[in-house]
């Protein structure tokens, strides 16, 4: 098999397994159908993107048509970054706003209007062996790396804030979303970097590497194909959001310490809140529950939520997160500790002190006492 067939074959394969994975994205149930819509869309304007590898056009009218279904490519990082606001906040909706993303590929369409699609005039084979040194071909490379770039940070930044107000605001210890799009977005980069080298050896006159650089990046594109469908199938329900209205900490600081009285008074009160938050959580055990939110445990304390997560987080300096799995380490030595509650195992005490994944429950125990939770009752 030449390097042609090898290329054709596996991008055929890469397009059957994007559109199978969109099909699942776009049927299996869930809450968050706008988040599997968006990534099913991805898949689907990828799957039109990698059948170039294996569609050959004939006359050049049919030229056009596959010139004009390669920008396609441009839908891919905003349909990415889309998806990605709708995973994390569990309140987005797209606005006629999020328009404003067509942008690059109405632009360059409209840049290949004079010299690419309506040079009707030069034959197929003339117009392919200048192909590549069209202004217009240079012009959409750039963009493209640009457009890569923005979104890739705008990713990023997005992870950042989403991970900073999870930990500032819910108490499940599951950081499952996070880590998942943290991967996704890394996993793009790499292999955005390898076609960006692919694409440099198009005009270095090597043109046997390039078709084996072209087999690497489809073969690459198949393997994560492969991996978001063994993600989706294990995983269907995907992730937990949090509400975009929530602020950070060091968003609402600035006015709530606006408001507050002289100095002495503003202590007293700042001691006080913390002596009834601490005396709260050891009475009443709130922590118990796995999916404990600052929004609940502010009702029931009665602190409006904004001052508790400014005492928590700041005050106390402290992350949300961090402040209710201390608590539960600390119920969960105790228990540990005690020869009557020798028969519970290690699983049946972490759901009890309100984990819900051994993991989690290690990772967070070993964090306080350096030492695994079997080590711990083995020292007691």
Same mark, same amino acid.
């Given at each position: 098999?030449?390097?042609?067939? $090898?290329?054709? @074959?596996?991008?055929?394969?890469?397009?059957?397994?994007?559109?199978? $994975?969109?099909?699942?994205?776009?049927? %299996?149930?869930?809450?968050?159908?706008? +988040?599997?819509?968006?990534?099913?869309?991805? /898949?689907?304007?990828? +799957? %039109?993107?990698?059948?170039?590898?294996?569609?050959?056009?004939?006359?050049?009218?049919?030229?056009?048509?596959?010139? *004009?279904?390669?920008?396609?490519?441009? *839908?891919e990082m905003p349909l990415f970054y889309l998806f990605v606001l709708a995973v994390c906040y569990s309140d987005f909706r797209l606005q006629w706003k999020h328009l404003i993303h067509l942008l690059p590929f109405v632009v360059v369409n409209l840049v290949f209007i004079p010299g690419i699609y309506l040079n009707l005039d030069t034959d197929k084979d003339t117009f392919l062996s200048t192909f590549n040194k069209l202004p217009e071909i240079y012009f959409i490379q750039i963009l493209i790396e640009f457009q890569y770039a923005f979104y890739i940070v705008s990713v990023f930044l997005i992870l950042k804030k989403y991970r900073e107000i999870y930990l500032e605001n819910y108490a499940n210890p599951s950081t499952a979303t996070y880590k998942w799009l943290f991967q996704i977005t890394c996993v793009f #980069?790499?292999?955005?970097?390898?076609?960006?080298? !692919?694409?440099?050896?198009?005009?270095?006159?090597?043109?046997?590497? *390039?078709?084996?650089?072209?087999?690497?990046? @489809?073969?690459?594109?198949? *393997?994560?194909?492969?991996? /978001?469908?063994?993600?989706?199938?294990?995983?269907?329900? $995907?992730?937990? @959001?949090?509400?975009? !209205?929530?602020?950070?900490?060091?968003e609402i600081l600035p006015e709530v310490e606006d408001k507050s009285a002289s100095t002495n008074?503003?202590?007293?009160?700042?001691?006080?809140?913390?002596?009834?938050? !601490?005396?709260?959580?050891?009475?009443?055990?709130?922590?118990?529950?796995?999916? $404990?939110?600052?929004?609940? #445990? +502010?009702?029931?304390?009665?602190?409006?939520?904004?001052?508790?997560?400014?005492?928590?987080?700041?005050?106390?300096?402290?992350?949300? /997160?961090?402040? %209710?799995?201390?608590?539960?380490?600390?119920?969960?030595?105790?228990?540990?500790?005690?020869?009557? !509650?020798?028969?519970?195992t290690v699983l049946e005490i972490l759901y009890e002190v309100g984990f819900n994944s051994k993991s989690s429950f290690n990772t967070s125990f070993k964090k306080y006492t350096n030492l695994t939770p079997t080590a711990y009752r083995n020292a007691s």
């Open positions: 098999m030449d390097k042609l067939s $090898l290329l054709q @074959g596996i991008g055929k394969i890469s397009v059957f397994v994007s559109l199978l $994975l969109a099909f699942f994205l776009l049927t %299996v149930k869930t809450e968050n159908k706008l +988040a599997n819509r968006l990534f099913a869309w991805f /898949f689907i304007f990828s +799957a %039109v993107d990698l059948s170039g590898f294996f569609i050959d056009a004939v006359t050049r009218t049919g030229l056009n048509w596959e010139i *004009f279904k390669s920008t396609a490519c441009l *839908f #980069l790499t292999a955005h970097s390898i076609v960006a080298l !692919k694409n440099v050896l198009r005009y270095s006159g090597f043109r046997e590497v *390039f078709l084996w650089a072209n087999v690497l990046v @489809g073969s690459i594109a198949l *393997f994560i194909t492969c991996w /978001f469908i063994m993600k989706a199938l294990n995983h269907p329900e $995907l992730f937990r @959001g949090v509400n975009s !209205k929530l602020k950070l900490t060091k008074v503003q202590n007293d009160l700042i001691n006080n809140q913390i002596s009834t938050l !601490k005396q709260y959580m050891a009475e009443k055990e709130p922590f118990l529950d796995p999916s $404990l939110t600052i929004q609940e #445990l +502010a009702n029931q304390i009665e602190i409006p939520v904004r001052d508790l997560s400014v005492l928590i987080n700041h005050k106390m300096d402290q992350h949300f /997160f961090d402040f %209710v799995n201390e608590y539960r380490i600390q119920k969960a030595m105790n228990i540990l500790k005690d020869e009557s !509650k020798n028969q519970l």
